[in-house]
Every structure is written in C-alpha cells, then in structure tokens.
T-cell receptor
Framework: AQKITQTQPGMFVQEKEAVTLDCTYD???????LFWYKQPSSGEMIFLIY??????QNATEGRYSLNFQKARKSANLVISASQLGDSAMYFC????????????FGSGTKLNVKP | GAGVSQSPSNKVTEKGKDVELRCDPI?????LYWYRQSLGQGLEFLIY????????KSGLPSDRFSAERTGGSVSTLTIQRTQQEDSAVYLC??????????????FGPGTRLTVL
C-alpha cells in the first residue's frame, strides 16, 4: 500500500528564518515521484517542487528545496528565508510507477510565519 | 496560459438534491482527476480520466457519485441525492499525460459544496 505521513499538524517560524516540513512515505513500487503543494487560505493547490525517486540530486526551486533521503523514505521540504506569504497549508504527495493514476496525499502541515 | 478552472466556486444545496460540478482542464492535458477535501483534511482521490481510456472510478465513495468527461476535455462530477457528509471542497486537477509517476498535477481553485 502507498502512504504519505506528515507528522507536524502545525508549525511556527520567524520571518526570514528557514523551516523544514517533514514528509515520510511508504511504497513498494520501484519508481515514484514526490511532490509538495502549498494551499493558502484561498484554497487553491499550488505546485511547489518535484523529486523523482531516481534523481541523484535534491530538487530545488527558488527558496524551496527538497531534502530527499531515499533510505529513510523521507522527502522533507525546506523553505529558506521565510516570508509572511508562506503562511499556508503544505501537502506532500506521491505518485508511483504502478499507481500513477492518482496522488496519495499526507494530512498536511499548517505553517505560520511570524513577523 | 489558462490554468484549470472550476465552476461554481461555491454551491449550497439542500439535502436530497442533485448537484453538478464542472471542471475545465488546462488545454492539451489528457489526464483529469477529481479529489475531495473535507474540512481540515488531506485530499481523497475520487476518479481519473486519461484520454479515451475507461476511467478509474475506484475512489468514488458511493453510487450517488458519477463523473463524465466529454470530448476529452471538460468534466462534470455529479452527486445525486446529496447528503450532509458530502459537504467538502471538490478539487479538479489535470496533467499532461497522467501515465507516469513523474507527471505533475495542476489543480483548479475548487468548488466548495455545502449540503444543508
């Protein structure tokens, strides 16, 4: 079975500091993709970053980077230099080689950036 | 270009009524997905369309739920005889092909359904 676990229901971070949001996954499929989405209070899911299971390097997109540790089955999102606009729900998701027709989502982490 | 659009943005209905939710995917995307997000929860997969293939309906919670996709583009999710537990945000997503684990899904703004 495929599963995504986000163990931090809520987090606070000071503006301009870095923050790490945790995500662990479970799958027996040999190939998979890991995704992070941001959901502001407006409700839309905004794609942030993608990491493929065979990628040798950790993915980066601007202030977002993904700390991918395959042996530990973790794919943590790192946001550098937090901004007030980063306050939102963050979801980790997974698609797998044999279950590519859907994303498996974690329960999300609510990030609050303090001024 | 234009993103995924959904309508209506909000729908309030009475228990027992039928509702239709519409999704217009990104032009050129052949895969389309519906998810449901209950208050404060993650996303629950409902249904997947890819090209002309038979849809994967494995996530539909009951036979009151159905969906179709006409002409490989616009999709309609229909909920018959709505119940209060159907109240949620219904999110639609599309992807380029949806046939590999590398395909990014792009989401619409969602339809917030409230069943009184």
């Amino acid at each position: 079975a495929q599963k995504i676990t986000q163990t931090q229901p809520g987090m606070f971070v000071q503006e301009k500091e870095a923050v790490t949001l945790d995500c662990t996954y479970d799958t027996s499929d040999p190939s998979y993709g890991l995704f992070w989405y941001k959901q502001p209070s407006s409700g839309e899911m905004i794609f942030l970053i993608y990491q493929g299971s065979y990628d040798q390097q950790n993915a980066t997109e601007g202030r977002y980077s993904l700390n991918f540790q395959k042996a530990r089955k973790s794919a943590n999102l790192v946001i550098s230099a937090s901004q007030l606009g980063d306050s939102a729900m963050y979801f980790c998701a997974m698609s797998t080689q044999y279950n590519f027709n859907k994303f498996y989502f974690g329960s999300g982490t609510k990030l609050n950036v303090k001024p | 270009g234009a993103g995924v659009s959904q309508s209506p943005s909000n729908k309030v209905t009475e228990k027992g009524k039928d509702v239709e939710l519409r999704c217009d995917p990104i032009s050129g995307h052949t895969a389309l997905y519906w998810y449901r997000q209950s208050l404060g929860q993650g996303l629950e997969f409902l249904i997947y369309f890819q090209g002309n293939s038979a849809p994967d309906k494995s996530g539909l919670p009951s036979d009151r739920f159905s969906a179709e996709r006409t002409g490989g583009s616009v999709s309609t999710l229909t909920i018959q005889r709505t119940q209060q537990e159907d109240s949620a945000v219904y999110l639609c997503a599309s992807s380029w092909e949806g046939t590999a684990s590398t395909d990014t899904q792009y989401f619409g703004p969602g339809t917030r359904l409230t069943v009184l």
